[in-house]
Nanobody, 121 residues
Framework: QVQLVESGGGLVQAGDSLRLSCSAS????????VGWFRQPPGKEREFVAH????????AYADSVTGRFTISRDNAKNTVYLQMASLKPEDTGVYYC??????????????WGQGTQVTVSS
């Protein structure tokens, strides 16, 4: 069992940076792949980024490639999403999820409650 808590969201201006954290409890977190997903207002939840359990492989949605960086510190049971050059279209509720595969939301059994990111123009 893994419990996830996201933090770091907020209201920022276009061009700003923000770092989200996903803190986990549970013995299996350090051996779990982790993904970040987001749900823009009025839209379905979508894939943002993914990192393998050992941090060696990452993948990103085209819309965030070059601006967002996912990383993890297994000693702290935490996964980060560093977001730079934020755009208004990055607005949404950001969720982390664990123990899944890549960008497939349906494969992730564990989810956090989400953190709101709002980017003003």
């Amino acid at each position: 069992q893994v419990q996830l808590v996201e933090s770091g969201g907020g209201l920022v201006q276009a061009g700003d940076s923000l770092r989200l954290s996903c803190s986990a409890s549970g013995r299996t977190f350090s051996s779990s792949n982790v993904g970040w997903f987001r749900q823009p207002p009025g839209k379905e939840r979508e894939f943002v980024a993914h990192v393998t359990w050992n941090g060696r492989y990452t993948a990103y949605a085209d819309s965030v490639t070059g601006r967002f960086t996912i990383s993890r510190d297994n000693a702290k049971n935490t996964v980060y999403l560093q977001m730079a050059s934020l755009k208004p279209e990055d607005t949404g509720v950001y969720y982390c999820a664990a123990a899944g595969s890549g960008s497939d939301q349906r494969s992730y059994p564990y989810w956090g409650q989400g953190t709101q990111v709002t980017v003003s123009s």
